[in-house]
């Protein structure tokens, strides 16, 4: 009998559960037990005195600024006047214009050459197709690299062969 007067009864209609340790709802003052003490478990009809929802903008997925008792239409329309992603501002255009000058293309991608770091389009973006001026000079570098390692290994091969 002592175990009785402890605890509370859930107030859900079809449950009535003996809980020792019982949830008070906010919005409606009735106790739950841990299955029924959520709004949507209990169909609280007075949960929107609660309901803290934060209104974030569909486009940029910020938060908007919002505080008791304005109206959310306002705070809105408010954001949206100030939204980056505002669909009528006037949207600045990019150019990614082809380097090269007889090519009039201009491709949503910018290329940059890492030689001589100008802009290309895709069709143009291999240092061998633009013609690249850094190229010629890194080719003529290699290839006295290339002279002075076979010339090494030429002297070396008659040197074993001795």
Request: charged share 30%; hydrophobic share 25%; net charge positive.
């Amino acid at each position: 009998m002592e175990l009785l007067d402890k605890g509370k009864h859930c107030e859900e209609e079809f449950c009535h559960r003996l809980d020792l340790l019982p949830m008070k709802c906010k919005a409606c003052n009735r106790f739950y037990c841990s299955e029924h003490f959520k709004y949507e478990a209990h169909d609280c009809k007075e949960h929107t005195k609660f309901d803290y929802k934060i209104p974030t903008c569909e486009l940029c997925n910020q938060t908007i600024e919002f505080k008791r008792g304005q109206d959310l239409d306002f705070c809105l329309a408010k954001h949206m006047e100030k939204c980056q992603f505002n669909e009528t501002k006037p949207k600045r255009s990019t150019s990614n214009k082809c380097s090269v000058s007889s090519c009039k293309t201009k491709d949503i991608f910018k290329f940059e050459c890492l030689s001589c770091h100008k802009n290309f389009c895709n069709k143009h973006r291999i240092p061998e197709d633009h013609k690249c001026i850094s190229l010629s000079t890194n080719c003529r570098q290699n290839a006295q690299k290339n002279s002075v390692f076979n010339n090494l290994v030429n002297k070396f091969s008659l040197l074993k062969s001795k």
